[in-house]
């Protein structure tokens, strides 16, 4: 029988009951499950640096939770990047109620999960079809997150580092005279990125704030 050693982690103890029962009852002739279980950023924190802790096959992380700011630990995403170092081997799912499409290839371009479950996707069976999928080394997207990613690459919208950084202070407010303080350009050509922003975005007089909001449908602002 094969052994797995599991952690899940989830700041809502009900879904944490709910990953147990889907994984206890994955093919139970032949794996037998450990499970540890944490409630937010610092629990996992202790678990996962905690020398008896055994490494962990494969982790379930729910991005949003608790933070625990004196170790720089401020969400799932980080919990996986500790895990990364510490246990190289274990294999993690993510789990998230993000659907802007940037936040979506960020998490995908620096964690490179083995499983990517967007939680409105997440049923029963979804679970379990993603966790028979990473425990044979195989990757898993779910239904919403694999949509996104094929559109992107139908119509795609590329925008460098300046582009973003414009969009970025205008959603905070700030004046467009202003932002040459924050970015090394000139009015003059943050002026001109924004019309092309506009052009791009297909927006014709619109205002900054149709700006911002188009950005944000398009996974380009989150």
Do not use: W
């Amino acid at each position: 029988m094969i052994q797995n050693n599991i952690l899940i982690v989830d700041d809502h103890p009900f879904i944490i009951e709910g990953y147990k029962n889907a994984i206890t009852r994955y093919n139970p002739k032949d794996f037998q499950f450990f499970i540890s279980q944490a409630k937010d950023c610092k629990s996992a924190y202790d678990l996962i640096t905690n020398p008896d802790t055994l490494a962990f096959d494969i982790a379930f992380l729910d991005i949003s939770m608790p933070p625990y700011e004196e170790k720089g630990i401020y969400s799932g995403e980080d919990l996986a990047k500790l895990i990364n170092e510490i246990m190289p081997t274990c294999k993690i799912i993510l789990l998230t109620m993000y659907t802007e499409l940037l936040k979506i290839k960020t998490i995908i371009s620096t964690i490179n999960p083995n499983g990517l479950v967007i939680k409105n996707d997440l049923t029963f069976d979804e679970l379990l079809f993603a966790f028979d999928k990473v425990i044979n080394n195989k990757i898993y997207y779910s239904q919403s997150v694999q949509k996104m990613l094929d559109l992107a690459e139908k119509d795609t919208i590329e925008i460098d580092q300046f582009d973003k950084q414009i969009l970025f202070h205008l959603s905070k407010g700030t004046k467009l005279n202003d932002i040459p303080q924050y970015i090394p350009i000139s009015l003059g050509e943050i002026e001109r990125r924004k019309l092309n922003l506009k052009e791009l975005l297909k927006i014709d007089n619109g205002s900054d704030i149709d700006l911002i909001r188009e950005a944000k449908n398009q996974g380009l602002l989150f």
